[in-house]
């Protein structure tokens, strides 16, 4: 097995990169799509095992942000991956992604509700 030469280019023009960043890259896309999973899986287990109580709105808002922040982390995680990917076979520098500050105030978000619903109750 040969490794390939970093900096060589490929037959369709593009630089070959490192296998361990592109490798890298993949990885930090598979914690993403985790990410998402976890808050999907969330979402639809407060929509289902959440009694209705006079809560009950609490309860459809939590799960209303975490599906919709699982939709929005995986389509972002995608775009953030592909991003990367082209900017490293091109030689430029890496994007940033707005993943990071997005699901930071999404959690925060969701954490005040349910903490405000668990003294309400």
């Known amino acids: 097995m ?6 060589a280019e490929s037959d ?7 296998y361990r960043f592109t490798l890298a890259n993949e990885r930090t896309f598979l914690a993403w799509i985790r990410t ?14 959440v009694q209705p109580t006079r809560l009950a709105g609490f309860a459809g808002a939590i799960s209303m942000i975490c599906l ?4 929005a982390v995986a389509l972002a995680a ?3 991956w592909r991003r990367v990917d082209l900017a490293m076979r091109a030689g430029r520098a ?3 992604t707005v993943l990071v500050p ?16 668990v003294v309400l109750s």
Do not use: N, Q, W, Y
Not at 68 to 71: D, E, H, Q, T, W
């Open 2 to 7: 040969t490794l390939p030469d970093v900096g």
């Open 12 to 18: 369709d023009g593009e630089e070959e990169v490192d």
């Open 36 to 49: 998402a999973i976890g808050l999907l899986a969330g979402g639809v287990a407060v929509h289902t095992l």
């Open 68 to 71: 919709v922040m699982a939709l």
């Open 78 to 80: 995608f775009r953030h």
């Open 94 to 96: 890496l994007p940033g």
């Open 102 to 117: 997005v699901l930071s105030a999404g959690v925060a978000v969701v954490a005040v509700l349910a903490c405000v619903a």
